[in-house]
């Protein structure tokens, strides 16, 4: 009989990436069981998307609630009651002392696209800039604006215009917040009039670009270049929303309120919803019908959501995210005594990352980090590498893991690590 891997290859485009050969049969909480019953702990969550767990009990009892109700009328023709008050919910949370309107759609890229289309409407302005290494989908905005090449643009041809990076600010990789800051000046003086930017996009904290935190100076001198020029600020928090970095969302970090948020991942706890929140007459520019979509808040995502919210207050998951990160941190920094490769260990509450640089040559190291990967796949761990050099392993795990599994994983790690020294 054909292996599963090789019916793969020969009925999927090999465009979808994989980064393991794991067919889940079953999972709980932080907790994948395959189709041959071999166990593995999550540190993916599926790409950030389940920091409430896989199956959170009060998600799947939601769901199945709405299953019994009703699963899709299209909130364009027949509206429903909890599309609404979710989107009251995320206009009272996100974070900006101001008037809030929200829109829901599915993806995260498609978050990013309409609050493009909406920082355009509200400000009849064309220009958007973004960040080196930022990530925001695979859409062709989403592309555009992605600060990777590599495996993200290539052979897609010519990206929407009008889009310009800025080198995001990194001190590990010699970038300060001033000569971020002195870069984004020159792109105005040299290649867009300010007077035409719409908005400024980034990720609070970088994700697929490696889990570098945009630094407060940095994050106050842009919403006061914004202001000074009439420019929206986008804070993209599909990967750093819902409690991952020790606060609901990562812009509460700065004290600095966007104009816009995208949303997504862990919003519906493993179904597909995303959202755009801003300031209510900046989400109002686009005339009815401009913004939507047939699966746009579907009824099941949307009830999956008022259950994620529901879980992180009642669990304290931001409390439980600085533990589990600290924890995480504290032995880190105990491995990196015995392993010279580690050249930083970071992250704001349970987003949390660490970079591998060559011993000998202190050069970024893809190698190692995919090495421990591998050999921690091989342990029952599942890790994911990031950053545009690829030597960095970010930990996702769900924020609700169990102490005994925490502690196991850890010490999978640590060997791991030390494994793939030799
Ligand atoms: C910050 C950020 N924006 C946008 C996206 C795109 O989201 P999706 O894959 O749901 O389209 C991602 C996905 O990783 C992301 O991390």
């Given at each position: 009989?054909?292996?599963?891997?090789?019916?793969?290859?020969?009925?999927?485009?090999?465009?979808?990436?994989?980064?393991?050969?794991?067919?889940?049969?079953?999972?709980?909480?932080?907790?994948?069981?395959?189709?041959?019953?071999?166990?593995?702990?999550?540190?993916?969550?599926?790409?950030?998307?389940?920091?409430?767990?896989?199956?959170?009990?009060?998600?799947?009892?939601?769901?199945?609630?709405?299953?019994?109700?009703?699963?899709?009328?299209?909130?364009?023709?027949?509206?429903?009651?909890?599309?609404?008050?979710?989107?009251?919910?995320?206009?009272?949370?996100?974070?900006?002392?101001?008037?809030?309107?929200?829109?829901?759609?599915?993806?995260?890229?498609?978050?990013?696209?309409?609050a493009v289309?909406i920082a355009r409407?509200a400000t009849?302005r064309?220009?958007i800039?973004?960040?080196?290494?930022?990530?925001?989908?695979?859409?062709?905005?989403?592309?555009?604006?992605?600060?990777?090449?590599?495996?993200?643009?290539?052979?897609?041809?010519?990206?929407?215009?009008?889009?310009?990076?800025?080198?995001?600010?990194?001190?590990?990789?010699?970038?300060?917040?001033?000569?971020?800051?002195?870069?984004?000046?020159?792109?105005?003086?040299?290649?867009?009039?300010?007077?035409?930017v719409a908005a400024i996009i980034?990720?609070?904290?970088?994700?697929?670009?490696?889990?570098?935190?945009?630094?407060?100076?940095?994050?106050?001198?842009?919403?006061?270049?914004c202001d000074?020029h009439g420019i929206l600020l986008i804070?993209?928090?599909?990967?750093?929303?819902?409690?991952?970095?020790?606060?609901?969302?990562?812009?509460?970090?700065?004290?600095?309120?966007a104009d816009l948020?995208?949303?997504?991942?862990?919003?519906?706890?493993?179904?597909?919803?995303?959202?755009?929140?801003g300031r209510?007459?900046i989400?109002?520019a686009?005339?009815?019908?401009?913004?939507?979509?047939?699966?746009?808040?579907?009824?099941?995502?949307?009830?999956?959501?008022?259950?994620?919210?529901?879980?992180?207050?009642?669990?304290?998951?931001?409390?439980?995210?600085?533990?589990?990160?600290?924890?995480?941190?504290?032995?880190?920094?105990?491995?990196?005594?015995?392993?010279?490769?580690?050249?930083?260990?970071?992250?704001?509450?349970?987003?949390?990352?660490?970079?591998?640089?060559?011993?000998?040559?202190?050069?970024?190291?893809?190698?190692?980090?995919?090495?421990?990967?591998?050999?921690?796949?091989?342990?029952?761990?599942?890790?994911?590498?990031?950053?545009?050099?690829?030597?960095?392993?970010?930990?996702?795990?769900?924020?609700?893991?169990?102490?005994?599994?925490?502690?196991?994983?850890?010490?999978?790690?640590?060997?791991?690590?030390?494994?793939?020294?030799?």
């Amino acid at each position: 009989m054909t292996s599963l891997p090789d019916r793969k290859n020969a009925a999927i485009s090999r465009g979808v990436g994989m980064t393991t050969q794991i067919y889940a049969e079953r999972a709980e909480n932080a907790e994948i069981w395959d189709k041959e019953g071999n166990r593995y702990i999550d540190f993916a969550s599926g790409i950030a998307v389940v920091n409430t767990g896989h199956r959170h009990p009060k998600v799947i009892a939601a769901v199945k609630a709405q299953l019994d109700r009703f699963t899709h009328t299209c909130h364009q023709v027949v509206p429903y009651e909890n599309y609404v008050h979710l989107a009251e919910r995320l206009n009272a949370l996100a974070p900006g002392k101001f008037a809030k309107k929200t829109i829901f759609v599915t993806t995260g890229a498609e978050a990013v696209e309409n609050a493009v289309k909406i920082a355009r409407a509200a400000t009849g302005r064309q220009a958007i800039v973004a960040f080196g290494g930022g990530f925001h989908g695979r859409t062709f905005m989403g592309m555009a604006l992605t600060g990777k090449v590599v495996p993200y643009k290539v052979g897609f041809g010519a990206m929407p215009g009008d889009v310009f990076h800025a080198p995001f600010p990194i001190e590990l990789h010699g970038v300060t917040v001033e000569q971020s800051l002195a870069a984004l000046k020159k792109l105005f003086a040299a290649d867009v009039d300010p007077a035409r930017v719409a908005a400024i996009i980034l990720e609070p904290v970088q994700g697929e670009g490696g889990f570098y935190p945009a630094p407060t100076a940095f994050m106050r001198a842009l919403r006061e270049i914004c202001d000074q020029h009439g420019i929206l600020l986008i804070a993209d928090e599909v990967q750093t929303g819902f409690a991952r970095t020790g606060k609901l969302f990562a812009m509460e970090h700065h004290d600095v309120a966007a104009d816009l948020m995208t949303m997504a991942k862990s919003l519906a706890g493993g179904f597909p919803l995303a959202a755009v929140t801003g300031r209510a007459e900046i989400m109002d520019a686009p005339g009815p019908g401009g913004l939507g979509g047939t699966y746009g808040g579907n009824p099941i995502g949307i009830a999956a959501a008022h259950a994620v919210l529901d879980v992180i207050e009642e669990e304290k998951l931001c409390e439980r995210a600085n533990q589990l990160g600290n924890r995480l941190k504290q032995r880190l920094a105990a491995i990196r005594e015995k392993a010279p490769e580690i050249a930083d260990i970071r992250g704001p509450g349970f987003m949390n990352a660490v970079e591998f640089n060559d011993a000998t040559t202190n050069l970024p190291s893809a190698e190692f980090a995919n090495k421990v990967r591998l050999i921690a796949l091989d342990k029952g761990l599942i890790l994911l590498t990031c950053g545009v050099h690829g030597n960095v392993i970010r930990f996702l795990a769900p924020i609700t893991i169990q102490d005994g599994v925490f502690a196991e994983a850890l010490d999978i790690l640590e060997a791991s690590i030390l494994k793939a020294r030799g």
